[in-house]
T-cell receptor, first 115, second 117 residues
């Protein structure tokens, strides 16, 4: 399968613990996005990478959140000192910089439950 | 600021009858618009996209959407619903501000489509 993959698919953690999620985009895609989706809502933008550079961060991304894309390929999203409000589906998407419309391709998501 | 409003949180139709999912957008720029579908425990799948080339856009699985600038709408339709169409549907506008290369997505709150046998 050559789509966007995310690991783990599910994560249950206790409040205060750190968690890290991984996203592997489609191989030739240079743009990578993270979104968060809570129950009954549409996904909300968290952050964006073009190659290895993090070019935009949402105000939703508190200082407990950090994202990296070290070699412009896979990306990680870390949440430190998790809180119950962090429980959500974390979605990764990638797209290719090209002329025309930049549709994004989404992974299956990582569902985080903070107990 | 750009935004989308999905006018119905839930829509129920009988199998074989038409589907209409409504979406209105707000944009200061010429918008890029999309519809995505999300089946339970599956990723978001692109149904169709508006590229400004044609106002009537055809997508996968028989879905269509019509861009109406005068009404700022981008409603999704399908002539005949199938049981497999039951899912959550999201209308999306891409943040395509001039000189901004992010093109991040701004999602609507979603419409859950239920198809009755």
């Amino acid at each position: 399968d050559t789509g966007v993959s995310q690991n783990p698919r599910h994560k249950i953690t206790k409040r205060g613990q750190n968690v890290t999620f991984r996203c592997d985009p489609i191989s030739e895609h240079n743009r990578l996005y993270w979104y968060r989706q809570t129950l009954g809502q549409g996904p909300e933008f968290l952050t964006y990478f073009q190659n290895e550079a993090q070019l935009e961060k949402s105000r939703l991304l508190s200082d407990r959140f950090s994202a990296e894309r070290p070699k412009g390929s896979f990306s990680t999203l870390e949440i430190q000192r998790t809180e119950q409000g962090d429980s959500a589906m974390y979605l990764c998407a990638s797209s290719l910089r090209a002329t025309g419309v930049y549709e994004q391709y989404f992974g299956p998501g990582t569902r985080l439950t903070v107990t | 600021a750009q935004s989308v409003t999905q006018l119905d949180s839930h829509v129920s139709v009988s199998e074989g009858t038409p589907v209409l999912l409504r979406c209105n957008y707000s944009s200061s720029y010429s918008p890029s618009l999309f519809w995505y579908v999300q089946h339970p425990n599956k990723g978001l799948q692109l149904l169709l996209k508006y590229t400004s080339a044609a106002t009537l856009v055809k997508g996968i699985n028989g879905f269509e959407a019509e861009f109406k600038k005068s009404e700022t709408s981008f409603h999704l339709t399908k002539p005949s619903a199938h049981m497999s169409d039951a899912a959550e549907y999201f209308c999306v506008v891409s943040d395509a501000r001039r000189n901004s290369g992010t093109y991040k997505y701004i999602f609507g709150t979603g419409t859950r489509l239920k198809v009755l046998a």
